[in-house]
């Protein structure tokens, strides 16, 4: 592979000093950064640039106009000792920001490739495990550890020095305190925060930054309030809040969520 290609974005500049495996595919507009290795099977989106010291093992897909930062570690095998060494990946959207030394791993046979959405942020130190499948819009901050097979609804937000255990999903647009211990399914659209964790309520401001119309709004905070609030458990709840909940998309993702839950609920 040559060390400078010309596209229609600019230079593909590759510093002397990275390692770039003849089976990886950089596209136009690459920039890699010194002491970089890029493994077999990697394949670098168009614009995306990466900093020095970015390890990225093997069968890594990452998408145009991403930001690497150094130290930054993509591909290695999965922490896991189901893995046999068999063929899987990590996938990265676009436009997806990965901060200094985060930590990104392959997938198992289980499901066969982690997944990394578009316009997220993994700030320094996060680790995203094998086989699990973060959404678009995504917020990790620092030292935020998945395990393995977690899954993130898009516009997520987790705060910083949190664990999540394997398994658990976080629904859409919910907001999860920094600090806090993730053992459970937090539902979309809600607050949890603390150790062990605990809903504080609607994640009102972020519903209302991103534009939720206030009919929206209303309708899913009466909803939560059937659900968390009535002092009902929650299948009676349940039960209630499908026979009163108005045929909004917000609500019955809701309602669906919690119903295919297989950790439980954090409550």
Same mark, same amino acid.
């Given at each position: 592979? $040559?060390?400078?290609?010309?596209?229609?974005?600019?230079?593909?500049?590759? @510093?002397?000093?990275?390692? %770039?495996?003849?089976?990886?595919?950089?596209?136009?507009?690459?920039?890699?950064g010194?002491?970089?290795?890029?493994?077999?099977?990697?394949?670098?989106g168009?614009?995306t640039?990466?900093?020095?010291?970015v390890?990225?093992?093997?069968?890594? %897909?990452?998408?145009?106009?991403?930001? %690497?930062?150094?130290?930054?570690?993509?591909?290695?095998?999965p922490q896991?000792?189901?893995?046999?060494?068999?063929?899987?990946?990590?996938?990265v959207?676009?436009?997806?920001?990965?901060?200094?030394?985060?930590?990104?791993?392959?997938?198992?046979?289980?499901?066969?490739?982690?997944? %990394?959405?578009?316009?997220?942020?993994?700030?320094?130190?996060a680790?995203?495990?094998?086989?699990?499948?973060l959404?678009?819009?995504v917020?990790? $901050?620092n030292?935020?550890?998945m395990?393995?097979?977690?899954t !993130?609804?898009?516009?997520?937000?987790?705060?910083?020095?949190?664990? !999540? @255990?394997? +398994?658990?999903?976080?629904?859409?647009?919910a907001?999860?305190?920094?600090?806090?211990?993730?053992?459970?399914?937090?539902?979309?659209?809600?607050?949890?925060?603390?150790?062990?964790?605990?809903?504080?309520?609607?994640?009102?401001?972020?519903?209302?930054?991103?534009? +939720? $119309?206030?009919d929206?709004?209303?309708?899913?905070?009466?909803?939560?309030?059937?659900?968390?609030?009535?002092?009902?458990?929650?299948?009676?709840?349940?039960?209630?809040?499908?026979?009163?909940?108005p045929?909004?998309?917000?609500?019955?993702?809701?309602?669906?969520f919690i119903?295919?839950?297989?950790r439980?609920?954090?409550?």
């Amino acid at each position: 592979m $040559s060390e400078t290609t010309v596209g229609t974005r600019g230079e593909t500049i590759v @510093h002397p000093t990275a390692l %770039v495996d003849p089976d990886a595919e950089l596209g136009q507009g690459v920039i890699v950064g010194p002491w970089v290795i890029v493994g077999p099977g990697a394949r670098i989106g168009d614009g995306t640039e990466l900093g020095p010291r970015v390890l990225i093992e093997r069968d890594t %897909v990452l998408g145009e106009d991403c930001r %690497v930062s150094n130290g930054a570690v993509l591909g290695t095998d999965p922490q896991d000792l189901k893995f046999q060494g068999e063929r899987t990946t990590l996938e990265v959207g676009d436009r997806t920001v990965i901060r200094e030394f985060a930590t990104l791993n392959r997938g198992t046979h289980a499901r066969g490739k982690t997944v %990394v959405g578009s316009d997220c942020m993994l700030m320094a130190y996060a680790h995203v495990a094998h086989d699990c499948e973060l959404g678009n819009h995504v917020i990790l $901050s620092n030292a935020v550890n998945m395990a393995g097979h977690v899954t !993130i609804e898009d516009w997520v937000s987790v705060g910083g020095i949190t664990p !999540i @255990h394997q +398994f658990v999903r976080i629904g859409a647009h919910a907001f999860v305190g920094g600090a806090s211990r993730i053992a459970q399914d937090v539902p979309p659209y809600c607050l949890v925060a603390g150790n062990p964790s605990a809903l504080h309520g609607l994640n009102s401001i972020g519903l209302e930054r991103r534009g +939720f $119309s206030q009919d929206v709004r209303k309708a899913l905070k009466d909803t939560y309030r059937i659900l968390f609030q009535s002092k009902l458990n929650l299948s009676k709840a349940m039960a209630r809040a499908e026979a009163e909940a108005p045929p909004i998309p917000e609500v019955r993702h809701l309602l669906e969520f919690i119903k295919a839950s297989e950790r439980g609920i954090t409550v």
